[in-house]
């Protein structure tokens, strides 16, 4: 889905346009849920910034959430000091900068270097995606080399690693037991 933002005054304004999956709530919050690892909600009346972790709460959804708040501090749009883990459960939020001017819209720039970082993260989350579609496909799909057919493995009395006739405990000594 497309957004469209306008910067600036009236008579010089510019318009830049996003590909973003977003939504607004009611509140007027937008949530954007383009990255693979985390959901990101824009604020602009709390003048805050919130990423939730999308479905498992791991150590790669707390480097995204890190990454973005990095990303976002980096660029002066929100206070470094106020970055903190949210109020739900694995969330984490800052507080956006105020404008000294009346002219620019600290949201909007905002959502302007979110889409920035979500298009900076794209190839990790793809290339992730990819690999564990390429595992599944060996599994299901394995190669001549990786599978045998039914009746192809030669009966042996021995097979493996494991020896019939040993005693096999953390009391036994398994070379005094044999059969």
Same mark, same amino acid.
């Given at each position: 889905?497309?957004?469209?933002?306008?910067?600036?005054?009236?008579?010089?304004?510019?318009?830049?346009?996003?590909?973003?999956?977003?939504?607004?709530?009611?509140?007027?919050?937008?949530?954007?849920?383009?990255?693979?690892?985390?959901?990101?909600?824009?604020?602009? =009346?709390?003048?805050?910034?919130?990423?939730?972790?999308?479905?498992?709460?791991?150590?790669?959804?707390?480097?995204?959430?890190?990454?973005?708040?990095?990303?976002?501090?980096?660029?002066?749009?929100?206070?470094?000091?106020?970055?903190?883990?949210? =109020?739900?459960?694995?969330?984490?939020?800052?507080?956006?900068?105020?404008?000294?001017?009346?002219?620019?819209?600290?949201?909007?720039?905002?959502?302007?270097?979110?889409?920035?970082?979500?298009?900076?993260?794209?190839?990790?989350?793809?290339?992730?995606?990819?690999?564990?579609?390429?595992?599944?496909?060996?599994?299901?799909?394995?190669?001549?080399?990786?599978?045998?057919?039914?009746?192809?493995?030669?009966?042996?009395?021995?097979?493996?690693?494991?020896?019939?006739?040993?005693?096999?405990?953390?009391?036994?000594?398994?070379?005094?037991?044999?059969?």
């Amino acid at each position: 889905m497309a957004i469209i933002i306008k910067v600036g005054e009236k008579s010089n304004e510019k318009k830049v346009r996003l590909e973003l999956d977003a939504r607004k709530s009611i509140s007027g919050d937008v949530m954007v849920f383009d990255h693979g690892d985390i959901d990101i909600v824009l604020s602009p =009346s709390t003048n805050k910034v919130i990423a939730f972790p999308k479905d498992i709460l791991n150590d790669m959804v707390y480097g995204a959430q890190n990454r973005l708040f990095t990303h976002l501090q980096k660029r002066g749009l929100v206070i470094p000091e106020s970055i903190k883990a949210g =109020s739900f459960f694995g969330s984490f939020e800052a507080t956006m900068q105020e404008s000294t001017s009346e002219k620019i819209s600290p949201a909007k720039l905002t959502l302007i270097n979110i889409s920035n970082f979500i298009d900076e993260e794209r190839p990790y989350f793809e290339s992730t995606d990819a690999i564990i579609s390429m595992t599944d496909d060996e599994l299901i799909h394995p190669d001549k080399t990786d599978s045998t057919e039914l009746g192809e493995v030669p009966q042996n009395v021995e097979k493996g690693s494991i020896r019939p006739g040993y005693v096999r405990n953390s009391y036994g000594a398994n070379y005094l037991y044999t059969v």
